[in-house]
């Protein structure tokens, strides 16, 4: 994501930002992402402007009872004291990924497969948060900040429930997808130096997917036995059908 130069905001905008930095228990980084802003730019305006970031307890913990996460990150994310937070947590009883650990037995009680992922996805993900929400009814939280957390522990929930061997598969066709687009170039381009620079730059990217590929099927440990191996076939010179034969070979052989 590009942001635009510090120089280049209004002070309208600045005390748009500041309104809603104070007005919200959210996160530097979140605020940051919200008006496009870097967060280096966001904690200077704070810095320089002595804003107060809004502190509310109940958005802490809800963060933190929807997340696998430690009172340290914790600290940083809501810019409170780490031992602020350690005594609201004995306090309150509160208990780390409770409603994390709650939803996903209670609502993701089947891994997703290749068979039902459609669906799944379809089905599942508005359940996930509407329990979500439902868990999060007894704390005082302002709605933006509700949505926020709900957003980000849903799609970490989503994702635990894909086995590795689905989303092994999903690298791997992207970047045989991310091939057969760079083949279509190179039969539609021309000579002209502005279209090799383009097929250059999309060769070397499809070069980084296949690596990225062959890392996740094999192990980073692997892959440099399996390079060295003079039987081992180059994996951009395969087609399709090969491709998927050694993805399907390869995840047949493990225990994910």
């Known amino acids: 994501?590009?942001?635009?130069?510090?120089?280049?905001?209004?002070?309208?905008?600045?005390?748009?930002?500041?309104?809603?930095?104070?007005?919200?228990?959210?996160?530097?980084?979140?605020v940051a992402q919200k008006f496009n802003i870097?967060?280096?730019?966001?904690?200077?305006?704070?810095?320089?402007?002595?804003?107060?970031?809004?502190?509310?307890?109940?958005?802490?913990?809800?963060?933190y009872e929807t997340h696998h996460i430690s009172f340290r990150e914790l600290s940083g994310m809501f810019n409170v004291t780490e031992a602020t937070i350690k005594k609201w947590a004995k306090e309150g009883n509160w208990q780390e990924a409770k409603v994390f650990d709650k939803v996903e037995q209670e609502v993701l009680k089947d891994k997703i497969t290749e068979k039902n992922i459609g669906l799944f996805l379809d089905t599942k993900k508005d359940e996930v948060k509407q329990s979500l929400r439902e868990s999060l009814?007894?704390?005082?939280?302002?709605p933006i900040v509700l949505e926020c957390i709900v957003e980000t522990s849903s799609d970490e929930l989503l994702l635990k429930a894909m086995n590795t061997a689905y989303?092994?598969?999903?690298?791997?066709?992207?970047?045989?997808?991310?091939?057969?687009?760079?083949?279509?170039?190179?039969?539609?381009?021309?000579?002209?130096?502005?279209?090799?620079?383009?097929?250059?730059?999309?060769?070397?990217?499809?070069?980084?997917?296949?690596?990225?590929?062959?890392?996740?099927?094999?192990?980073?440990e692997q892959i440099q036995v399996r390079e060295e191996n003079s039987q081992q076939k180059?994996?951009?010179?395969?087609?399709?059908?090969?491709?998927m034969a050694l993805a399907n070979a390869n995840v047949e052989n493990k225990d994910f």
């Open 1 to 30: 994501m590009e942001y635009k130069k510090s120089k280049e905001y209004t002070s309208d905008f600045r005390k748009k930002v500041q309104v809603f930095y104070e007005s919200h228990c959210l996160s530097q980084a979140q």
């Open 234 to 243: 180059d994996f951009t010179k395969l087609n399709m059908n090969e491709l």
């Open 38 to 63: 870097s967060r280096y730019t966001l904690i200077k305006w704070i810095q320089a402007g002595e804003w107060k970031a809004k502190n509310n307890k109940d958005s802490v913990r809800a963060y």
């Open 137 to 142: 009814e007894g704390l005082d939280l302002d």
């Open 167 to 220: 989303i092994k598969k999903q690298i791997l066709f992207c970047a045989i997808v991310a091939r057969g687009e760079l083949i279509k170039m190179l039969k539609l381009g021309s000579y002209e130096p502005k279209d090799m620079a383009a097929i250059i730059v999309a060769a070397e990217k499809v070069s980084k997917l296949f690596i990225d590929a062959g890392v996740s099927l094999f192990g980073k």
